[in-house]
């Protein structure tokens, strides 16, 4: 057991201080409250969003107000419990849950706080002050936040508990997926990690859809049954998909999507769409009655991902294609960005 005295002051941080302005520095470690515990992170997994920060100072409709510690995809092991005595005790390894629901000027379903109006996120921009994230060596993190890996899982493994959530989420709400055919749009680390859900989910067959072959070969190690190119629009509007989950966040995926749907099949809208006005043939969303539903963040399901990631019937281990140290995490960055080249990249604490 690690008390509190071995906790140090400073840490090392990976922080966007404005577009293209990224740095590894040391931080302070703040004093936990009661309700805290003091992680020391193994690993932390680089998230699309962190890669807005850094290229564009802003994710979406989050910008950068001051420097933020970036990271909400991590693993690590309590060294400080929180002295309330919530959550898991000193030694325990664990994953992060970042998300805080919070209610706000907008209604809600109740049993649905993904949805919360208020919901903050560990680095994020979306409020001011920002939401500090936890790549830090050492990460003062909320203890009901914290969940306890299964005995057996290894930090690696658990390193991509937070995306293949979003995922699994995803795929939740596509229905029923057993003995179906799925259409993914879109390979990168959250499409590879839907073809690896539905893959566990007994669908009938995986067609898997990216612009480039890196990705595509990912997708198919994950249990895709076919991969197509992007640009193959033909091919694509041919699978006639029961299920739909368009992963890519631009509109020539949705078009894709919408054409390669089958009549009266449904469409889950996973990547984040530019804001504004999106261009989309929706006359065959009326005249082939499809359902076009959105999928956001998740719930509780990352305590169902760690339990498959444990039990291995969620195979995850292609997702991950590049490990960097934490100090390096430029070099990490650049490559995370290099879609062609990577899947997920992992920091090393």
Request: aromatic share 4%; glycine share 10%; proline share 6%.
């Amino acid at each position: 057991m690690t008390d509190s005295t071995t906790v140090p002051v400073t840490t090392l941080g990976v922080v966007a201080h404005a577009a293209n302005d990224l740095r590894v520095e040391q931080i302070s470690v703040r004093v936990p409250r009661a309700h805290e515990a003091v992680v020391e992170v193994a690993f932390g997994g680089v998230c699309g969003s962190d890669l807005h920060y850094w290229t564009h100072g802003a994710a979406g409709e989050s910008i950068l107000r001051a420097p933020m510690l970036l990271g909400h995809e991590v693993v690590g092991t309590v060294v400080t419990a929180a002295t309330d005595g919530s959550g898991p005790s000193s030694g325990t390894r664990v994953a992060v849950h970042p998300a805080t629901p919070a209610p706000g000027a907008s209604r809600y379903p109740q049993d649905r706080p993904n949805l919360s109006p208020g919901c903050t996120y560990l680095g994020s921009a979306a409020h001011f002050p920002h939401t500090e994230g936890a790549f830090a060596k050492y990460s003062v993190l909320p203890s009901r936040m914290l969940r306890p890996l299964p005995i057996g899982l290894d930090f690696r493994t658990a390193a991509v508990a937070e995306p293949a959530a979003v995922a699994w989420h995803a795929v939740a709400r596509a229905g029923e997926v057993a003995g179906r055919s799925a259409l993914v749009i879109g390979c990168g680390p959250i499409g590879a990690l839907v073809v690896a859900v539905l893959t566990r989910a007994g669908a009938s067959s995986i067609t898997a859809v990216d612009v480039h072959e890196f990705p595509r070969r990912i997708a198919a190690e994950l249990g895709a049954t076919a991969t197509l190119d992007a640009a193959d629009s033909d091919a694509i509007a041919a699978v006639d998909a029961d299920v739909v989950i368009e992963c890519s966040g631009n509109r020539f995926g949705l078009e894709s999507a919408i054409r390669g749907t089958t009549r009266g099949g449904r469409i889950v809208m996973l990547g984040l769409l530019p804001t504004g006005m999106q261009p989309a043939p929706l006359s065959l969303v009326i005249t082939r009655e499809l359902e076009l539903v959105g999928s956001f963040r998740f719930n509780g399901e990352i305590d169902e991902v760690l339990g498959a990631l444990a039990d291995g019937s969620l195979d995850v281990g292609a997702v991950v294609t590049h490990i960097y140290p934490a100090d390096d995490a430029l070099k990490a960055f650049a490559v995370a960005k290099d879609s062609a080249a990577s899947g997920k990249v992992l920091l090393e604490f």
